[in-house]
């Protein structure tokens, strides 16, 4: 079975930073993707974890520990665009594997 | 840079009638899937294909629906006799074969209303 879990929802004021933290528990794990979606739009693609450790790209980072099965989306000076849902998914190390998400943090940044 | 696209952006379709979702994933993608977002829910999976035929669905995935590749381009998502609870946001997802690569990328979606 599969099951993930992450906040449903926080506030952060613009300019901090916030760390949105995802766990899961999922025979044969292989990767973990982190996605934004804004309202009414589609899931685009932000980060991907397969080793342990932080990957960096400009104002997100994303962290796995494999043997903890936990993971965190870290957003640096946060902007009002960065208001949006944030996705954790993951997938099995089975061929052709789908996504398996969350069920989202609805992230606010506020002035 | 390359996306991938789909077609209607809405449809709206009374209970019991068929609708197909059209999809058109980048170029030299090879795995195609299709996910479905009840409004307020988690993004679920449906369906993966790859060389032609179905590699895995889910169970949401029954004998109403169905897949077809049918040229070099389009990939398409047939419901044959909607219900309300079809009403969602289909999303259809492509990804390449880079290696231990699995990024899947989102078109924007068909948002389908049953009445």
């Known amino acids: 079975g599969q099951n993930i879990d992450q906040p449903t929802e926080m506030t952060a004021t613009e300019g901090a930073i916030v760390q949105i933290n995802c766990t899961y528990q999922?025979?044969?794990?292989?990767?973990l993707f982190w996605y934004q979606q804004h309202a009414g739009e589609a899931p685009t693609f932000l980060s991907y974890?397969?080793?342990?450790g932080l990957e960096e790209k400009g104002r997100f980072s994303s962290f796995l520990s494999r043997s903890k099965g936990y993971s965190y989306l870290l957003l640096k000076e946060l902007q009002m665009k960065d208001s949006a849902s944030y996705l954790c998914?993951?997938?099995?190390?089975?061929?052709?594997?789908?996504?398996?998400f969350g069920k989202g943090t609805r992230l606010s940044v506020i002035a | 840079e390359p996306e991938v696209t789909q077609t209607p952006s809405h449809q709206v379709t009374q209970m019991g009638q068929e609708v197909i979702l059209r999809c058109v994933p980048i170029?030299?993608?090879?795995?195609f899937y299709w996910y479905r977002q009840i409004l307020g829910q988690k993004v679920e999976f449906l369906v993966s294909?790859?060389?032609?035929?179905?590699?895995?669905k889910s169970e949401i995935f029954d004998d109403q629906f169905s897949v077809e590749r049918p040229d070099g381009s389009n990939f398409t998502l047939k419901i044959r006799s909607t219900k309300l609870e079809d009403s969602a946001m289909y999303f259809c997802?492509?990804?390449?074969?880079?290696?231990?690569?699995?990024?899947?990328?989102f078109g924007p979606g068909t948002r389908l209303l049953v009445l």
């Open positions: 974890n397969v080793l342990d």
């Open positions: 294909f790859y060389n032609n035929e179905i590699s895995e």
């Open positions: 998914a993951v997938t099995r190390n089975s061929g052709n594997t789908p996504l398996v």
């Open positions: 997802a492509s990804r390449g074969w880079t290696g231990w690569d699995e990024t899947q990328y």
């Open positions: 170029s030299n993608h090879l795995y």
């Open positions: 999922t025979s044969g794990f292989n990767g």
